[in-house]
C-alpha cells in the first residue's frame, strides 16, 4: 500500500512520503552539541520541526557519547501555576527517560523533588550526578508553556548552565518552538542581545529548518509517484511552490486534498491544485486555524496592518522586534526583495479571515451587475458597493479592529461576497510597496474575464493619492497586460465630505494611456 502525505504531527518514514530530516537543519549542530552548547531552534508551527529534531537525536544516540533524551512539554500546556506545570514537565522527561535510555541511566521520579523550589534543576542536577555521560535535552513544545512557568523552566536552565563546572547538570539543551532566541534570552533573566553571558548563548545566525524547495517538492511528490504510478504534472509542481513557497505542511496537504479528498485517480494538474488549494482554505484546518488566531495579537497586527492598509508611515521594517516574530510564525518573508505575506496561500487567508465579521453583516448581495454573458459590469458593481459604502462605512470604519487598514478590509470582503465560489481574488501587498492591488478573475461565456483595482486611502496632513494611485495601476496593468483599471480612494481624512455625499465616479488617462475610473468614496 502507497504511503500517504502527513499533514498532521511528525514524519514516520514507513507511513509517510519523506524527505531527509537531517538535511533541513543546520549541518553544524551536532558541532553545537560537542562545544556544550544551549541553543534554540525555532521555526513556524507544522515546518518539519519534531521530524528533523527527532532524527538529530537518533544521530547523537547512534554516536554513544551522549545519554539523548527527546521529550514534549505538551503536558504543560496553558497551565498558569508554575507549582502545577512544574512536576508536570519533570514527569514528560523522566517518562522519556524510560524510553530513550538503558535501565542503569534512567532518571530519578519527580516526586523526589516535589518539595524543592527549583524542582527542575535539582532534578536535572540530581540525575546528571549518576550518569557515566553527558546528558543532552531535545524539549519540544517549548511555545505550550507561558508565563510563571516558562519562565521557572528557564531561568532553572539558565541558573544550572551557569554553575555546572561546580555541580553536575545537562551538557546540552536544545529548545524548539516558534520564538526566536532573544524571546527565550530575555525570558530566562538574561540579556536579549546576543553576546552575553547567557543560555542560548549562540550565534546572530538563527537556527532554523529549512522549507522545501522547487526541486524537493518534486522529489516529494516523485515518492508517490514511484510508489502509486500517479504523476504529478511539472506546471502542478511549479503553481504548488507558487502556492506555499515550500512550506511543509501546505506542501503536504494539497497534495492530500487531491488524493484523499478529490479522491483524483489522474494525472494532477494546475487544476486539482487550485482546488485543492481552496478546500484547504475553507476546511480551516487546525494548521490555518492556529496561525490565524495570532492575527490578534498587537504584535501581529503593528506588522500586517501597514501591509493591508497600503501605508508604511514613518516605521523602519528593517530592525524589527515584531516584524522578526512574524517571520518567527511564518507569516511574513522576504519575497522577491520585498517584506510580503510568506506565501501565496496565506496571501489569501490573512485578508479573509479580517473579513469574516464584513462579510458577516454584509446582507445577501443581487447580482445586478452579471451581464448577459455570465462577466461582470465593473461600473455597476461599483456603484452598489459606493451605496453600500455610504449606508454602512462610517459605522464599520469605527467598529474595525484593525482601525488603520478598515477601509480595505471591507472592500475586499464585499468583493469576496461577490467572486465567493465563482472566481478569485488574487491581492499584492507588501510593506514598503505603499499599494494594495487587487485582480479579479471571473468565468464567463467569452472567457476569463480579468479586471484590476487599485485601493489608496487620503489621510489628513497627506497629499490626494490620486496621481500615486494611477501611476502604480499603470505599472499593474501594464503587467497584466490589461488597457483599463479601477483606482478607489477613501477619503478618511477629518475634513471629508459626509458618507452619504461620497460616490463620486470621473474617468481618467494613465501615463501609457490606459482607462482608468477613479471612485471617490
Not at 511528525?10 to 558541532?31: F, G, M, Q, V
Not at 518539519?48 to 547523537?60: E, N, P, Y
Not at 495579537?297 to 500586517?304: A, F, M, P, Y
Not at 495601476?473 to 452619504?500: I, K, M, S
Given at each position: 500500500?502507497?504511503?500517504?502525505?502527513?499533514?498532521?504531527?511528525?514524519?514516520?518514514?514507513?507511513?509517510?512520503?519523506?524527505?531527509?530530516?537531517?538535511?533541513?537543519i543546520p549541518a553544524d549542530l551536532k558541532s553545537m552539541v560537542e562545544s556544550a552548547n544551549?541553543?534554540?531552534?525555532?521555526?513556524?508551527?507544522?515546518?518539519?520541526?519534531?521530524?528533523?529534531?527527532?532524527?538529530?537525536?537518533?544521530?547523537?544516540?547512534?554516536?554513544?557519547?551522549?545519554?539523548?533524551?527527546?521529550?514534549?512539554?505538551?503536558?504543560?500546556?496553558?497551565?498558569?501555576?508554575?507549582?502545577?506545570?512544574?512536576?508536570?514537565?519533570?514527569?514528560?522527561?523522566?517518562?522519556?527517560?524510560?524510553?530513550?535510555?538503558?535501565?542503569?541511566?534512567?532518571?530519578?521520579?519527580?516526586?523526589?523533588?516535589?518539595?524543592?523550589?527549583?524542582?527542575?534543576?535539582?532534578?536535572?542536577?540530581?540525575?546528571?550526578?549518576?550518569?557515566?555521560?553527558?546528558?543532552?535535552?531535545?524539549?519540544?513544545?517549548?511555545?505550550?508553556?507561558?508565563?510563571?512557568?516558562?519562565?521557572?523552566?528557564?531561568?532553572?536552565?539558565?541558573?544550572?548552565?551557569?554553575?555546572?563546572?561546580?555541580?553536575?547538570?545537562?551538557?546540552?539543551?536544545?529548545?524548539?518552538?516558534?520564538?526566536?532566541?532573544?524571546?527565550?534570552?530575555?525570558?530566562?533573566?538574561?540579556?536579549?542581545?546576543?553576546?552575553?553571558?547567557?543560555?542560548?548563548?549562540?550565534?546572530?545566525?538563527?537556527?532554523?529548518?529549512?522549507?522545501?524547495?522547487?526541486?524537493?517538492?518534486?522529489?516529494?511528490?516523485?515518492?508517490?509517484?514511484?510508489?502509486?504510478?500517479?504523476?504529478?504534472?511539472?506546471?502542478?509542481?511549479?503553481?504548488?511552490?507558487?502556492?506555499?513557497?515550500?512550506?511543509?505542511?501546505?506542501?503536504?496537504?494539497?497534495?492530500?486534498?487531491?488524493?484523499?479528498?478529490?479522491?483524483?485517480?489522474?494525472?494532477?494538474?494546475?487544476?486539482?491544485?487550485?482546488?485543492?488549494?481552496?478546500?484547504?482554505?475553507?476546511?480551516?484546518?487546525?494548521?490555518?486555524?492556529?496561525?490565524?488566531?495570532?492575527?490578534?495579537?498587537?504584535?501581529?497586527?503593528?506588522?500586517?496592518?501597514?501591509?493591508?492598509?497600503?501605508?508604511?508611515?514613518?516605521?523602519?521594517?528593517?530592525?524589527?522586534?515584531?516584524?522578526?516574530?512574524?517571520?518567527?510564525?511564518?507569516?511574513?518573508?522576504?519575497?522577491?526583495?520585498?517584506?510580503?505575506?510568506?506565501?501565496?496561500?496565506?496571501?489569501?487567508?490573512?485578508?479573509?479571515?479580517?473579513?469574516?465579521?464584513?462579510?458577516?453583516?454584509?446582507?445577501?448581495?443581487?447580482?445586478?451587475?452579471?451581464?448577459?454573458?455570465?462577466?461582470?459590469?465593473?461600473?455597476?458593481?461599483?456603484?452598489?458597493?459606493?451605496?453600500?459604502?455610504?449606508?454602512?462605512?462610517?459605522?464599520?470604519?469605527?467598529?474595525?479592529?484593525?482601525?488603520?487598514?478598515?477601509?480595505?478590509?471591507?472592500?475586499?470582503?464585499?468583493?469576496?461576497?461577490?467572486?465567493?465560489?465563482?472566481?478569485?481574488?488574487?491581492?499584492?501587498?507588501?510593506?514598503?510597496?505603499?499599494?494594495?492591488?487587487?485582480?479579479?478573475?471571473?468565468?464567463?461565456?467569452?472567457?476569463?474575464?480579468?479586471?484590476?483595482?487599485?485601493?489608496?486611502?487620503?489621510?489628513?496632513?497627506?497629499?490626494?493619492?490620486?496621481?500615486?494611485?494611477?501611476?502604480?495601476?499603470?505599472?499593474?496593468?501594464?503587467?497584466?497586460?490589461?488597457?483599463?483599471?479601477?483606482?478607489?480612494?477613501?477619503?478618511?481624512?477629518?475634513?471629508?465630505?459626509?458618507?452619504?455625499?461620497?460616490?463620486?465616479?470621473?474617468?481618467?488617462?494613465?501615463?501609457s494611456g490606459r482607462k482608468v475610473a477613479v471612485w471617490r468614496l
Amino acid at each position: 500500500m502507497p504511503r500517504q502525505f502527513n499533514t498532521a504531527g511528525p514524519n514516520d518514514p514507513d507511513k509517510h512520503y519523506t524527505l531527509p530530516p537531517l538535511e533541513r537543519i543546520p549541518a553544524d549542530l551536532k558541532s553545537m552539541v560537542e562545544s556544550a552548547n544551549y541553543f534554540v531552534l525555532h521555526a513556524p508551527r507544522q515546518s518539519g520541526k519534531t521530524t528533523s529534531m527527532m532524527a538529530f537525536a537518533d544521530l547523537l544516540r547512534v554516536d554513544g557519547r551522549w545519554a539523548v533524551i527527546y521529550a514534549t512539554l505538551e503536558t504543560a500546556r496553558n497551565i498558569a501555576d508554575e507549582k502545577t506545570a512544574l512536576p508536570k514537565i519533570v514527569d514528560a522527561i523522566a517518562k522519556a527517560s524510560l524510553v530513550y535510555l538503558p535501565a542503569q541511566e534512567h532518571s530519578p521520579q519527580w516526586a523526589e523533588f516535589a518539595d524543592e523550589a527549583n524542582m527542575l534543576g535539582a532534578f536535572l542536577t540530581a540525575w546528571c550526578a549518576r550518569l557515566s555521560r553527558p546528558l543532552v535535552l531535545i524539549l519540544d513544545e517549548i511555545d505550550s508553556l507561558d508565563g510563571a512557568p516558562l519562565m521557572a523552566v528557564l531561568s532553572q536552565l539558565r541558573a544550572g548552565y551557569l554553575t555546572r563546572k561546580a555541580a553536575p547538570f545537562p551538557a546540552s539543551v536544545c529548545l524548539f518552538g516558534m520564538r526566536n532566541i532573544r524571546d527565550y534570552k530575555a525570558a530566562s533573566g538574561g540579556s536579549p542581545n546576543i553576546g552575553t553571558s547567557s543560555p542560548f548563548n549562540v550565534s546572530k545566525r538563527a537556527v532554523t529548518v529549512a522549507y522545501f524547495t522547487r526541486a524537493e517538492i518534486a522529489e516529494l511528490y516523485g515518492q508517490h509517484t514511484a510508489e502509486a504510478g500517479q504523476t504529478f504534472t511539472a506546471a502542478a509542481t511549479d503553481r504548488v511552490w507558487q502556492l506555499t513557497r515550500g512550506q511543509p505542511f501546505l506542501v503536504n496537504a494539497l497534495a492530500d486534498f487531491v488524493i484523499r479528498d478529490q479522491k483524483w485517480a489522474g494525472p494532477i494538474d494546475i487544476a486539482q491544485i487550485d482546488r485543492a488549494k481552496e478546500q484547504l482554505i475553507l476546511a480551516r484546518v487546525t494548521h490555518i486555524d492556529s496561525l490565524m488566531a495570532r492575527l490578534r495579537e498587537d504584535r501581529v497586527r503593528r506588522v500586517l496592518e501597514p501591509m493591508l492598509s497600503s501605508e508604511r508611515g514613518d516605521r523602519d521594517f528593517s530592525n524589527d522586534e515584531d516584524v522578526e516574530y512574524c517571520r518567527d510564525l511564518g507569516l511574513i518573508a522576504d519575497v522577491d526583495g520585498q517584506l510580503d505575506i510568506a506565501n501565496e496561500i496565506y496571501r489569501e487567508v490573512i485578508p479573509r479571515q479580517l473579513t469574516a465579521f464584513p462579510q458577516s453583516k454584509i446582507l445577501r448581495l443581487t447580482p445586478t451587475w452579471l451581464r448577459e454573458d455570465g462577466g461582470i459590469a465593473v461600473d455597476v458593481l461599483l456603484r452598489e458597493f459606493a451605496a453600500f459604502w455610504r449606508q454602512n462605512g462610517e459605522w464599520m470604519v469605527k467598529k474595525a479592529d484593525w482601525p488603520e487598514a478598515a477601509q480595505q478590509i471591507v472592500f475586499m470582503a464585499y468583493l469576496q461576497k461577490v467572486v465567493n465560489g465563482g472566481g478569485a481574488i488574487h491581492r499584492e501587498y507588501g510593506a514598503g510597496r505603499m499599494r494594495l492591488d487587487l485582480l479579479v478573475e471571473w468565468p464567463c461565456s467569452a472567457g476569463l474575464q480579468r479586471f484590476a483595482i487599485e485601493l489608496k486611502v487620503w489621510r489628513d496632513e497627506r497629499e490626494d493619492p490620486q496621481a500615486e494611485g494611477l501611476a502604480q495601476l499603470d505599472e499593474y496593468l501594464l503587467r497584466l497586460g490589461l488597457n483599463e483599471g479601477t483606482l478607489v480612494v477613501f477619503d478618511a481624512r477629518t475634513a471629508a465630505a459626509p458618507f452619504a455625499q461620497r460616490g463620486q465616479v470621473h474617468e481618467a488617462t494613465s501615463a501609457s494611456g490606459r482607462k482608468v475610473a477613479v471612485w471617490r468614496l
